[in-house]
């Protein structure tokens, strides 16, 4: 199984970006589909998780800028970042969890200038 990340890039402050993140290979359930990001010198912090029950949970420094979403069809999980600061600006993982795996996709550079 292959987690692949696409979307990132470098953009304004204020701008958007759309991050997918779609598995490839046999999975089986995905309990949690989930982003993560790690900033230069920084720990990996989560960003956001959406579970199968579609129950979200999203870190306080995006609450209300990223929307995170889930295509269980397509094995996939987007995460739309809205009004991007600078502090933004990290690599973003996903992250996807069964009952008795987790698989890590490449992660994706996002730059916000300002």
């Known amino acids: 199984v292959q987690l692949q990340a696409s979307g990132g890039g470098l953009v304004q402050a204020g701008g958007s970006l759309r991050l997918s993140c779609a598995a490839s290979g046999s999975i089986g359930s995905i309990n949690i589909m989930g982003w993560y990001r790690q900033a230069p010198g920084k720990q990996r912090e989560l960003v956001a998780t959406?579970?199968?029950?579609?129950?979200?949970t999203y870190a306080a420094s995006v609450k209300g800028r990223f929307t995170i979403s889930r295509d269980n069809a397509k094995n996939t999980v987007y995460l739309q970042m809205n009004s991007l600061k600078p502090d933004d600006t990290a690599v973003y993982y996903c992250?996807?969890?069964?009952?008795?795996?987790?698989?890590w996709g490449q992660g994706t550079l996002v730059t916000v200038s300002s």
């Open positions: 992250n996807f969890e069964g009952s008795r795996w987790m698989y």
């Open positions: 959406i579970t199968s029950g579609t129950r979200i």
